[in-house]
């Protein structure tokens, strides 16, 4: 499918890669993994030709499709579903061609193209793909101009997925979702018959849908058997023997330097000495293990614990004067772990900008201890940075009065060392903005620290620090994340926003999960469309639909041939029978849904 041979490749002097090679079979689920800034995103602009090698050579089996996620959608005023269905241009040519063609030849040709490329099933199938990413039917009809930057990466995901290649490229597909879309979007990639590459820092993910590795290390690329868990087992026996090796061989060398700087002189030593320099030369060296530097991250110790932070009495809130939230009680304490899930829009936000005071309640009370100091992260806090200026200004600036070394201290608590303090924001990394933001919502050693979505754009080891970190918080926290692994570790409670309500999830994430799985089985109503082809009744559905609308356009252009013009008894039975057929077509295509959707 994808064959790599030793390519070489740099930035601006910056060795990204170096004579790395791998051979990806089709059908292969694999995660690429790296630190952040090693080249991951480079490799796929490789291999999607937007940029050029410096050396080696990059090979996609003939007549493959690839598709990579789109980052960016333009700002158009199609609606969602139009959107993801002008994607597949080759099939919209083909259905328009054949809706307007009057060659009878022609149309029984493209009836049979379009039939053996199941075309017609494709608003199910995008509006399928919508749904299980957190569009509700409704919502499709909506312009993609009105919509957020979080919701169009989610339209771009599902016009990739729509796409239906056969070598797909996800560049961190689950940063925008929410952990009910993410139990669907494993769910379809763990069936998804084509290839995948995929780049993700979400251990669950990893290990629920790869069954192969791609690790990029030392301007290398090293492919493994397994999923993210088994790769790290694999990586972490390699190293040791790796470093044992190097002991070995260093241990080695030191002798044969030892004997050529004592005897290499010695006319009667000589030749052995050169002997041995030989056999050292011989020798394949390996490389010394270079450990990465992996950032801890520490939040401040809070100074104004109780028993009772914060308690919501009634409370309804929202927006322009409608409701999102009604009727919602609550109570926080010094030690409460907190998660909230619930499909976005469902509220999750809104009840953390509830709690930090960023939205006001339009019903209820809301009691709060007095000096309560709450720390509040949320995503769309990094756009709202100043690009201009450095991590260090941006601290100094809340309280000029503080001292270098108070600033250096919280700069410090997450990673960032003199040289990244002075960086501009503009020149940091997505990872290390989120690390900032950190830095600021621990900047007054908050009592409660209010969490949505902390873990996009951290790598999987910051996350490890993140939980570390939040762990060892002495204050109380509350939580939005589409990560399990974070959820499992750090939450002791589980809130479940619902239809307008906020209820105690009595069960821990892993239960809530097999819910959304068991509510995706067949038997639930819910079929995958990726077995689209192996479901019979729903092939024999669409090839009844594809027949009717054949017939359908017959029936058209008799009604508006102009030898039947004047034949009023052949145009009312003409009719009739156009009518019929149309709510055949509308009868079976709510069958199709029924055993589909």
């Not at 290390?217 to 190293?239: I, P, R, W």
């Not at 932070?309 to 907190?338: C, F, Q, W």
């Not at 700069?411 to 903005?433: A, C, H, P, V, Y």
């Not at 019929?580 to 959707?597: H, M, P, T, V, Y």
Request: proline share 2%; aromatic share 8%; glycine share 6%.
């Amino acid at each position: 499918m994808l064959d790599v041979k030793n390519i070489s490749y740099s930035i601006s002097n910056r060795k990204l890669f170096e004579n790395a090679s791998f051979n990806i079979p089709s059908g292969y689920h694999v995660g690429l993994v790296g630190k952040n800034g090693i080249g991951k995103t480079t490799l796929f602009n490789l291999i999607d030709k937007n940029l050029l090698l410096d050396e080696g050579e990059i090979n996609l089996q003939k007549r493959k499709k690839i598709s990579v996620l789109q980052q960016e959608i333009p700002n158009t005023n199609l609606s969602i579903l139009d959107y993801v269905l002008s994607t597949d241009s080759e099939t919209q040519l083909l259905i328009e061609e054949f809706e307007n063609s009057k060659d009878q030849n022609r149309i029984i040709e493209l009836s049979s193209i379009l039939d053996e490329k199941n075309a017609y099933k494709d608003e199910w199938k995008a509006s399928y793909i919508l749904s299980g990413l957190g569009f509700k039917k409704d919502d499709q009809s909506k312009k993609i101009n009105e919509l957020s930057g979080g919701w169009r990466n989610r339209v771009g995901l599902a016009a990739t997925l729509y796409s239906d290649p056969d070598l797909l490229l996800l560049d961190e597909p689950t940063n925008h979702l929410d952990f009910e879309s993410v139990v669907w979007f494993e769910n379809f990639l763990k069936e998804f018959k084509g290839t995948f590459i995929m780049i993700s820092h979400d251990r669950q993910v990893l290990n629920s849908t790869v069954d192969h590795i791609l690790h990029v290390e030392n301007h290398n690329l090293n492919l493994y058997t397994g999923n993210y868990d088994q790769f790290e087992s694999q990586f972490a026996q390699k190293s040791l023997a790796q470093e044992a090796m190097f002991k070995k061989q260093q241990a080695f060398k030191q002798r044969v330097m030892k004997f050529v700087d004592r005897f290499g002189a010695k006319a009667t030593k000589a030749k052995q000495a050169q002997s041995r320099l030989r056999s050292l030369e011989k020798i394949d060296m390996v490389d010394a293990i270079i450990s990465d530097r992996t950032i801890s991250f520490s939040f401040p110790k809070p100074n104004n614990l109780g028993t009772s932070m914060l308690t919501i009495n009634k409370v309804d809130a929202g927006y322009d004067e409608i409701p999102i939230l009604k009727n919602i009680n609550l109570s926080i304490s010094n030690d409460s772990r907190i998660a909230l899930v619930g499909a976005n829009g469902n509220g999750k936000s809104t009840l953390i900008k509830l709690i930090a005071g960023n939205l006001d309640p339009m019903k209820g009370s809301i009691i709060k201890k007095k000096n309560l100091k709450i720390g509040y992260f949320a995503q769309h806090q990094a756009d709202e940075l100043d690009l201009e200026k450095t991590g260090y200004q941006v601290l100094s600036e809340i309280d000029p009065e503080k001292p270098d070394l108070f600033i250096r201290g919280v700069l410090g608590r997450f990673g960032f060392d003199k040289q990244k303090s002075e960086t501009r924001i503009e020149n940091l990394s997505g990872g290390e903005k989120t690390r900032l933001l950190f830095c600021l919502m621990s900047y007054h050693s908050p009592d409660l620290l209010l969490m949505d979505e902390p873990t996009n754009h951290l790598d999987i080891d910051s996350r490890l620090s993140l939980i570390n970190s939040l762990n060892e918080f002495e204050g109380a926290i509350i939580l939005v994340s589409h990560d399990k692994d974070i959820i499992e570790k750090v939450a002791e409670q589980i809130l479940l926003v619902k239809d307008s309500k906020v209820n105690l999830f009595v069960d821990d994430i892993s239960d809530y999960e097999d819910i959304l799985k068991d509510e995706l089985k067949p038997n639930k109503g819910h079929k995958n469309k990726n077995n689209y082809d192996s479901n019979k009744k729903i092939r024999k559905i669409e090839n009844k639909i594809n027949k009717l609308i054949v017939i359908k356009k017959e029936l058209e252009d008799k009604m508006s041939s102009l030898e039947n013009i004047d034949n009023f008894e052949l145009l009312e039975e003409l009719s009739n029978k156009y009518n019929k057929i149309k709510e055949e077509i509308s009868d079976l295509e709510n069958e199709w849904i029924d055993n589909s959707s």
